[in-house]
């Protein structure tokens, strides 16, 4: 589906899958998210990652390891409650319950998924 209304699409994709929590190989995962939020926000859309909103969070409320339960209680909720707002949900990257959840989520609320940036209008 094209739309030619800006969109706040957030961007769902794997964030500790396959990493074994390596701090190393979570940031290259937050980097493609970001990277590709870049490149939504260069479309003329807002992108969101719930990562932005949930890791200051988990900081704030003394979270002392990824996995941890505080971490565990703040990180896929926020990006749930983020879909309510979102117009789109972008799934990329590889496998990921997480990402798979957020699409699932958004299907039940309505929302658009898009599986590619490709699938998605460039505005202005």
Known sequence: MITK?????LVAGPYRSGTNDDPVLIASNVKHMTDTALELY???HLPVLGEWYALPLIEAAGSKRT???????IFHPVAIRLID?????L????PSAGADEMV???????????YSVDEISTLG
């Open 67 to 73: 996995g941890d339960s505080i971490f565990n209680e």
């Open 5 to 9: 209304k800006s969109q706040m699409i």
């Open 104 to 114: 699932e989520k958004g299907k039940a609320a309505g929302k658009i998924i898009y």
């Open 91 to 94: 799934r990329i990257g590889g």
């Open 85 to 89: 707002h979102c117009t789109a949900v």
């Open 42 to 44: 260069r479309r003329g």
